[in-house]
Each structure stands twice: as structure tokens, then as C-alpha cells.
């Protein structure tokens, strides 16, 4: 592989940045203030909202270092230094309630967000795991379309793995109207077309004239796929879900391993 220059490096963060524990190892975090001190950008790029990213960026100091988060799957560009909002696209309240009816029809739980909280009208263990990842407060309405009557950045449809991997296939052929990823086995994903991570990626890089060849973007999970594709150097962790596991330039070590400390170390630090 040619020497490329890399100027930015994209960090999908749960199961991949994270540990298992939700913190960020030691051996990433010194790894990660070596590449920003040598002027690379880091960039993490979450399915999370963008309030349950802010602490980790802070803990990286890429306020001072001028970066950038992607959240809600790159729905939503925050610059961090200027603490503000660059780029964000939403579901409208009619996809939001015509997401609420296939559920029904699907037998999913359904969340979405409105004014920082989790807004369903179920339980769900998957609810309870969205709620530990992203300290937000559960908010459970008698009617979700009555309590949904703006717009949304996004919605997640829950349930078990392998039926909501079923559900993934259907919900593509049902509304091909809309951007539709896997971010964990029990998290299906769904944000208004066009929108990923590449989406956001593509338009972060060209704003800070960043060639695609000099971005390396490092994930695990499906939700993750576009931006491996679009970065020069696409790379998964070993935790990688198995059927991804070929569509990467390289895979490193895993989440609970410090695999983005290594990809840190070997391309950028070499």
C-alpha cells in the first residue's frame, strides 16, 4: 500500500472506541492526543445523539484541537471548537409517524428523540440499553404520535437480532425513501435518505479540503460500512459482525484490545 499522508481520522465510538465498558482505554486516548497534537483531525462518528458524545470529546480535548462530531449516524455536523451546529438533517413528523405504523405492523419497539429525550410508548430491553449508552431520560408516552409533532433527526426500531434482521431486509423495500443501518444486532437504525456516515464524512472533509485518500475511518458495525468504503484506509475492529468482516482494508485488534491505538500507531505515527 502506497504512503499516504493521513490528515484525519474518523472514530465510530461504541464497540469501537469504546471498551465494552463504555470508557475510552488509556492506551486509545494517549494515542489519539499523539495524532491530534501532530494537526490530524479526530472525528468521532456516532449513531448516538450528539449530548451523549460531548463528554468523550471533551475527555479527548478535540475542542482544543479544533475537531468535529458527526452524530445521529451523520444526521447532525457539530463543530466543537465553535460549539455549533454546521449541518443537520431530519426525518419529518409524517416519515416519523409512518415509521410508528410499520412498527406496529413489524411487532418492533420504535424510539425517537425530541428535546434531548427517548420518546416510545413501549419498554424494552433494547430501550433499557439505548438508555445506558446514552444517559438520556426514557420518556414513555401514552401516544407517540400525539407526543411526535415535529421533526426528528432519527428513530431506532428494536428487537430481537436475528427477527430484526428480517425486519432490516423489509423495512429497505418498504420505504427505499429513507436511509435504513444496523448499528448494534438489536438497533435498526433509520434517518432521512441519503444520510450516513459517508454523507457527513464527505461533506466535513471538503469543507476542510481533506482528500478522501487521506481520511482513515475505523468501525465495526453496519451502520459504519460507508464511511470504511469512502476513506482511504477503511478499517474494522476484530468485533467486527462477521459478514462485514471482508468489506475493510484491514482489521486490527478489537474494541476491549485498543485496535484504534493500533491503527494510530502503524498509519499515522508509522
Known amino acids: 500500500m502506497k504512503e499516504v499522508k493521513y490528515k484525519m481520522i474518523v472514530l465510530d465510538m461504541d464497540d469501537t472506541l469504546l471498551t465494552d465498558d463504555h470508557i475510552i482505554s488509556d492506551e486509545n486516548k494517549e494515542m489519539i492526543f499523539k495524532a491530534q497534537e501532530m494537526g490530524v483531525y479526530v472525528v468521532l462518528a456516532s449513531g448516538r445523539p450528539t449530548s451523549a458524545m460531548t463528554s468523550y470529546a471533551r475527555e479527548l480535548k478535540m475542542d482544543f484541537y479544533n475537531s468535529f462530531m458527526l452524530s445521529y449516524n451523520g444526521a447532525v455536523i457539530t463543530d466543537l471548537k465553535e460549539n455549533k451546529v454546521l449541518f443537520e438533517q431530519t426525518l419529518t413528523k409524517e416519515q416519523i409517524h409512518e415509521l410508528y405504523d410499520y412498527s406496529l405492523k413489524s411487532k418492533t419497539h420504535i424510539i425517537t428523540y425530541i428535546n434531548d429525550q427517548i420518546v416510545s410508548e413501549t419498554d424494552s430491553e433494547y430501550i433499557e440499553v439505548e438508555k445506558l449508552i446514552t444517559g438520556l431520560v426514557h420518556n414513555k408516552v401514552n401516544s407517540f404520535k400525539n407526543e411526535v409533532q415535529t421533526n426528528a433527526v432519527k428513530c431506532i426500531l428494536l428487537e430481537e437480532p436475528s427477527y430484526l434482521k428480517t425486519v ?103
Do not use: C
Open 168 to 270: 432490516e431486509d423489509d423495512l429497505k423495500l418498504a420505504m427505499p425513501h429513507l436511509s435504513v443501518s444496523m448499528s448494534k444486532p438489536f438497533f435498526l437504525e433509520v434517518a432521512q435518505q441519503g444520510i450516513d456516515k459517508a454523507y457527513s464524512l464527505k461533506k466535513l472533509a471538503e469543507k476542510l479540503d481533506i482528500h478522501q485518500s487521506e481520511i482513515i475511518a475505523v468501525g465495526n458495525a453496519g451502520n459504519d460500512l460507508t464511511m470504511i468504503e469512502y476513506a482511504g484506509l477503511g478499517v474494522w475492529v476484530d468485533n467486527v459482525a462477521p459478514e462485514l468482516r471482508d468489506k475493510a482494508n484491514i482489521v486490527v485488534a478489537s474494541n476491549n484490545d485498543h485496535g484504534v491505538a493500533e491503527v494510530i500507531r502503524r498509519y499515522i505515527l508509522n
